[in-house]
C-alpha cells in the first residue's frame, strides 16, 4: 500500500470507517458489495498504467474496493506484457511469460488477483493470439512460429511492429496454450479476452483444441473466454469455436452512427437485431458503449463527441435491453477523455460526473438484483423483453424486461426536450423507481410508486427511468445536509472512495465526506 492509501486508510480509521466498504451510505453499496452469479455481472476493462498515477498493479489493487462499489464483478486487464515493436502498443508484446516492469511482477499480479478474488471479483488478461512484436523473445528464439513470405517475416494488417504468428506450427499452438495455461497456475486469472480473433490467420480448429484444454488445466476453476469479434453477426465461421462471450460490436456501432439522435425507433431495432442473432448461439454477448478502441483509435472521440447527452439514456439501455455491460476505464467520471494507451495516458480522476457514476453504479445494482436483467449463452437463459406502446411521441422508447416472476420497466427519452409520454401495456401494480435522470446526480434513491396499464411518464430532456415490479422502501440522500465552504473549510474534502478532492466551491454535484460527515452538494 502506497503512502497516499495508507494516509486515507487511517483517515478512514480516525472516522470510524475501518475500510470502504464500511463506507456503504445506500442500498446500491449494500448490493455491489456481495457475490454475483453468472447472468449478473458486470465487466470493466482496466488498462493498468492509466488507472492510477502510480501506473501499477499494486496501486491498482489498493482501489479495487472503489471497482467494487460501482459494480464491477470482472477485471478485464489490457494487456499486461512486456511491450516492444518501437511504437509501445501494448498489444505488442516481448514476452508472454512475464509481466511489464513498469507495472510491477508476476508477483504483483498475483497479489491483485488474490485481492480481487477476497471481493468476489474475477480478473481477465488480455491475450493476443495473432502476433508479438517484432523484438519478441521468439522471433530470435523460435524464428520457426512466425509465418515468411519470401523469407521474410510477416507484418499483420502492415502494423510494422508487429510480426504474424504461424498457426501451421504445431509447436507454435502448444506453446501459445501453454502461456494461457502459465497464467492460470501462476496467478490463478479467470479468462481471457482474446484480441482479434477474426483473423483468418488463427484457423477454428486451434480455438476448439486450445479452449477445452485450458478450461480443464485446473480442478475446479472455471476459465471464460470471451472473443473480440461480433461472432454472432458477422464472423459465422467461429460460432463453433468455443467462446463464452463475443463483442456485440454491431449494436455498438448502430449505437455510435445514432449518436445523438432522436428517434426512438431507431435504437428499438437495433435492439431487436441484437437479440434476433442470440437464436441458435451458443455464447452471451458483451455491449458497451466504448472501449480502448472506440475510445481512441476511432479519431480520440469522447463518450460526449459519439453520443452527446445520449450517453446517459443510452447507458441505461446497453445495461437493461440485453446481454453483459462493460465499462471503460473512466467511464464512471464521463468518459470525456481520449486515453492514448499506447502512452498510458492517466484517467483524470479530478474529473466527475455524479450523474454518470450512481447512474453506472444503479444500474449494476440492478443487474447484480433483478432478475428481469440477467443475461445467458442460450436465448431462452435471457430476460425476455417486450416494447411498450408509447402514444404519439417518437422520442420515448419504453420496454419492459421479464424473467421468471421478476419484472423491470426502462422508459428513455431521446428528445431535445422535456415531454409527458403515454405508455401502454403496463403491468399494473406496485413499483419501486429505482433510476430517475432528474434526480441520480444528487445520489441513489428508491421510491415505492404505483403504476397502472396505462400510465403517462413525465421525463426531462435525454431522460430516463427505471422501475422495478413490487414492493420497495423509500430511501435516499434527503437525510444529509448540503456541503457548504464553512463544512469543508476544517479539512479536505474527499470522495466515498477515499479520493482527495478539490475545495467545496469547486465540487460538482454529488456526496463527499469533510471532517468525518458525509455531505451532498447540490448542483
Same mark, same amino acid.
Given at each position: 500500500?502506497?503512502?497516499?492509501?495508507?494516509?486515507?486508510?487511517?483517515?478512514?480509521?480516525?472516522?470510524?470507517?475501518?475500510?470502504?466498504?464500511?463506507?456503504?451510505?445506500?442500498?446500491?453499496?449494500?448490493?455491489?458489495?456481495?457475490?454475483?452469479?453468472?447472468?449478473?455481472?458486470?465487466?470493466?476493462?482496466?488498462?493498468?498504467?492509466?488507472?492510477?498515477?502510480?501506473?501499477?498493479?499494486?496501486?491498482?489493487?489498493?482501489? +479495487?474496493?472503489?471497482?467494487?462499489?460501482?459494480?464491477?464483478?470482472?477485471?478485464?486487464?489490457?494487456?499486461?506484457?512486456?511491450?516492444?515493436?518501437?511504437?509501445? #502498443?501494448?498489444?505488442?508484446?516481448?514476452?508472454?511469460?512475464?509481466?511489464?516492469?513498469?507495472?510491477?511482477?508476476?508477483?504483483?499480479?498475483?497479489?491483485?488477483?488474490?485481492?480481487?478474488?477476497?471481493?468476489?471479483?474475477?480478473? *481477465?488478461?488480455?491475450?493476443?493470439?495473432?502476433?508479438?512484436?517484432?523484438?519478441?523473445?521468439?522471433?530470435?528464439?523460435?524464428?520457426?512460429?512466425?509465418?515468411?513470405?519470401?523469407? #521474410?517475416?510477416?507484418?499483420?494488417?502492415?502494423?510494422?511492429?508487429?510480426?504474424?504468428?504461424?498457426?501451421?506450427?504445431? /509447436?507454435?499452438?502448444?506453446?501459445?496454450?501453454?502461456?494461457?495455461?502459465? *497464467?492460470?497456475?501462476?496467478?490463478?486469472?479467470?479468462?481471457?479476452?482474446?484480441?482479434?480473433?477474426? #483473423?483468418?490467420?488463427? =484457423?477454428?480448429?486451434?480455438?476448439?483444441?486450445?479452449?477445452? /484444454?485450458?478450461?480443464?488445466?485446473?480442478?475446479?476453476?472455471?476459465?471464460?473466454?470471451?472473443?473480440?469479434?461480433?461472432?454472432?453477426?458477422?464472423?459465422?465461421?467461429?460460432?463453433?469455436?468455443?467462446?463464452?462471450?463475443?463483442?456485440?460490436?454491431?449494436?455498438?456501432?448502430?449505437?455510435?452512427?445514432?449518436?445523438?439522435?432522436?428517434?426512438?425507433?431507431?435504437?428499438?431495432?437495433?435492439?431487436?437485431?441484437?437479440?434476433?442473432?442470440?437464436?441458435?448461439?451458443?455464447?452471451?454477448?458483451?455491449?458497451?458503449?466504448?472501449?480502448?478502441?472506440?475510445?481512441?483509435? /476511432?479519431?480520440?472521440?469522447?463518450?460526449?463527441?459519439?453520443?452527446?447527452?445520449?450517453?446517459?439514456? +443510452?447507458?441505461?439501455?446497453?445495461?437493461?435491453?440485453?446481454?453483459? =455491460?462493460?465499462?471503460?476505464?473512466?467511464?464512471?467520471?464521463?468518459?470525456?477523455?481520449?486515453?492514448?494507451?499506447?502512452?498510458?495516458?492517466?484517467?483524470?480522476?479530478?474529473?466527475?460526473?455524479?450523474?454518470?457514476?450512481?447512474?453506472?453504479?444503479?444500474?449494476?445494482?440492478?443487474?447484480?438484483?433483478?432478475?428481469?436483467?440477467?443475461?445467458?449463452?442460450?436465448?431462452?437463459?435471457?430476460?425476455?423483453?417486450?416494447?411498450?406502446?408509447?402514444?404519439?411521441?417518437?422520442?420515448?422508447?419504453?420496454?419492459?424486461?421479464?424473467?421468471?416472476? #421478476?419484472?423491470?420497466?426502462?422508459?428513455?427519452?431521446?428528445?431535445?426536450?422535456?415531454?409527458?409520454?403515454?405508455?401502454?401495456?403496463?403491468?399494473?401494480?406496485?413499483?419501486?423507481?429505482?433510476?430517475?435522470?432528474?434526480?441520480?446526480?444528487?445520489?441513489?434513491?428508491?421510491?415505492?410508486?404505483?403504476?397502472?396499464?396505462?400510465?403517462?411518464? /413525465?421525463?426531462?430532456?435525454?431522460?430516463?427511468?427505471?422501475?422495478?415490479?413490487?414492493?420497495?422502501?423509500?430511501?435516499?440522500?434527503?437525510?444529509?445536509?448540503?456541503?457548504?465552504?464553512?463544512?469543508?473549510?476544517?479539512?479536505?474534502?474527499?470522495?466515498?472512495?477515499?479520493?482527495?478532492?478539490?475545495?467545496?466551491?469547486?465540487?460538482?454535484?454529488?456526496?463527499?465526506?469533510?471532517?468525518?460527515?458525509?455531505?451532498?452538494?447540490?448542483?
Amino acid at each position: 500500500m502506497g503512502k497516499t492509501s495508507r494516509l486515507i486508510a487511517a483517515l478512514l480509521c480516525c472516522w470510524g470507517l475501518a475500510a470502504p466498504r464500511a463506507m456503504a451510505t445506500d442500498y446500491v453499496d449494500d448490493i455491489n458489495n456481495g457475490h454475483h452469479a453468472d447472468g449478473q455481472h458486470v465487466v470493466y476493462e482496466m488498462n493498468v498504467g492509466a488507472f492510477t498515477a502510480e501506473g501499477t498493479l499494486a496501486a491498482a489493487q489498493a482501489r +479495487l474496493k472503489e471497482l467494487k462499489r460501482i459494480g464491477a464483478d470482472i477485471v478485464w486487464l489490457m494487456p499486461i506484457y512486456p511491450r516492444g515493436g518501437g511504437i509501445n #502498443s501494448p498489444y505488442a508484446a516481448t514476452d508472454f511469460q512475464q509481466v511489464n516492469p513498469a507495472y510491477g511482477t508476476i508477483d504483483d499480479l498475483k497479489a491483485f488477483v488474490g485481492a480481487a478474488h477476497a471481493l468476489g471479483m474475477q480478473v *481477465w488478461l488480455d491475450w493476443v493470439p495473432n502476433h508479438t512484436a517484432t523484438d519478441a523473445r521468439w522471433v530470435g528464439e523460435h524464428p520457426e512460429y512466425y509465418k515468411r513470405s519470401g523469407g #521474410s517475416f510477416v507484418h499483420p494488417n502492415n502494423y510494422a511492429d508487429v510480426y504474424q504468428l504461424d498457426y501451421g506450427n504445431g /509447436e507454435l499452438r502448444k506453446a501459445m496454450t501453454g502461456c494461457m495455461k502459465f *497464467w492460470i497456475d501462476r496467478a490463478d486469472i479467470d479468462g481471457y479476452r482474446c484480441d482479434y480473433i477474426s #483473423s483468418r490467420e488463427i =484457423p477454428v480448429s486451434y480455438w476448439q483444441e486450445a479452449i477445452p /484444454e485450458i478450461k480443464g488445466c485446473k480442478a475446479g476453476k472455471a476459465i471464460t473466454f470471451l472473443g473480440e469479434a461480433d461472432i454472432a453477426a458477422d464472423a459465422t465461421r467461429l460460432k463453433a469455436a468455443g467462446f463464452d462471450y463475443d463483442y456485440a460490436w454491431q449494436f455498438q456501432s448502430q449505437l455510435a452512427n445514432f449518436g445523438n439522435g432522436t428517434a426512438a425507433a431507431r435504437p428499438r431495432a437495433f435492439a431487436n437485431t441484437l437479440m434476433a442473432h442470440q437464436d441458435g448461439i451458443g455464447f452471451g454477448r458483451m455491449l458497451y458503449l466504448t472501449n480502448h478502441d472506440q475510445n481512441y483509435n /476511432e479519431k480520440k472521440k469522447t463518450l460526449t463527441h459519439k453520443y452527446g447527452d445520449n450517453r446517459y439514456p +443510452l447507458t441505461v439501455l446497453y445495461f437493461t435491453v440485453w446481454g453483459m =455491460p462493460l465499462v471503460y476505464n473512466g467511464q464512471e467520471t464521463g468518459g470525456n477523455q481520449a486515453l492514448n494507451y499506447f502512452t498510458d495516458e492517466k484517467i483524470d480522476w479530478a474529473q466527475t460526473d455524479s450523474k454518470m457514476l450512481n447512474t453506472i453504479r444503479t444500474l449494476s445494482a440492478l443487474k447484480h438484483s433483478v432478475a428481469a436483467f440477467r443475461d445467458g449463452k442460450a436465448a431462452a437463459d435471457n430476460h425476455s423483453v417486450s416494447w411498450l406502446t408509447v402514444n404519439n411521441n417518437t422520442s420515448v422508447l419504453a420496454y419492459s424486461c421479464k424473467q421468471g416472476d #421478476s419484472e423491470a420497466v426502462v422508459v428513455l427519452n431521446f428528445g431535445t426536450s422535456a415531454t409527458a409520454a403515454t405508455v401502454s401495456g403496463l403491468t399494473a401494480g406496485e413499483y419501486g423507481l429505482w433510476l430517475d435522470s432528474e434526480t441520480i446526480a444528487r445520489g441513489t434513491g428508491r421510491k415505492a410508486v404505483s403504476l397502472g396499464a396505462t400510465h403517462t411518464f /413525465e421525463l426531462q430532456a435525454k431522460g430516463y427511468r427505471v422501475y422495478v415490479k413490487g414492493h420497495f422502501a423509500d430511501e435516499g440522500t434527503a437525510a444529509m445536509s448540503a456541503i457548504t465552504t464553512g463544512a469543508a473549510a476544517g479539512g479536505p474534502v474527499y470522495s466515498l472512495g477515499g479520493q482527495r478532492r478539490g475545495s467545496s466551491g469547486q465540487l460538482p454535484g454529488g456526496i463527499y465526506i469533510s471532517n468525518g460527515r458525509k455531505y451532498v452538494k447540490r448542483h
